[in-house]
């Protein structure tokens, strides 16, 4: 037999309870479907109660067919619901992972934006998939690439890369005639980011 703490045991009572086959999408859907009323409108100003019959209905119209069996194999919503959840959630932190990122560099959204910004960006969104993808074990390295996986040379090679970039920041050639490639790129996603 498996021992789990107190906390744990909790969540396997609530588990046992139906935490995520009836509560946990219940709320999500009814908490949907008020918001989504309350904000549009739709049967007209401070109809409250109409919004939260509504949202209970529908609510209710999700759960019980999923408790009684009656969606057919393969097309019960509180399953895809489930199976669904975890996977925007992680959407979601990535997101808020390069926000994170991107506020470190002192970017705010919406302002000014600039072509080593805009890069920031890109560089932020490629680190946090690649986080991701690793910890989701999507990467290979080859094998005769396994010396990446060590702390220490990961160390040598970001010291490597950051001091390669200030080499050529220092020493790049001043551009008159145009625009490089990479630099239009960069202006590109900092306008992404620009308040209109």
Known sequence: MVYYGYFQNAIVQLEALGLTDVLLPFFLIFTIVFAILQRTEILGHDKKNFNVMIALVLAFGVIIPHIT???????????????????????????????????????????????????????????????????????????????????????????????????????????SAGESALKSLGDTVAELFKKH
């Open 69 to 175: 069996g009656a969606y057919p194999p393969g097309a019960d919503v509180v399953d895809i619901i489930n199976r669904a959840l975890p996977n925007v959630s992680m959407v979601l932190i990535a997101i808020l992972m390069v926000l994170i990122l991107l506020g470190l560099f002192g970017w705010s959204v919406g302002g000014e934006g600039t072509s080593i910004q805009g890069w920031i960006a890109v560089l932020s969104f490629i680190a946090v998939v690649y986080i991701f993808g690793a910890a989701a074990d999507l990467w290979h390295i080859p094998n005769w690439l396994g010396w990446l996986h060590d702390p220490d040379a990961q160390a040598l090679v970001v010291v490597l890369l950051i001091f390669g970039l200030v080499v050529w920041f220092v020493t790049k050639d001043d551009e």
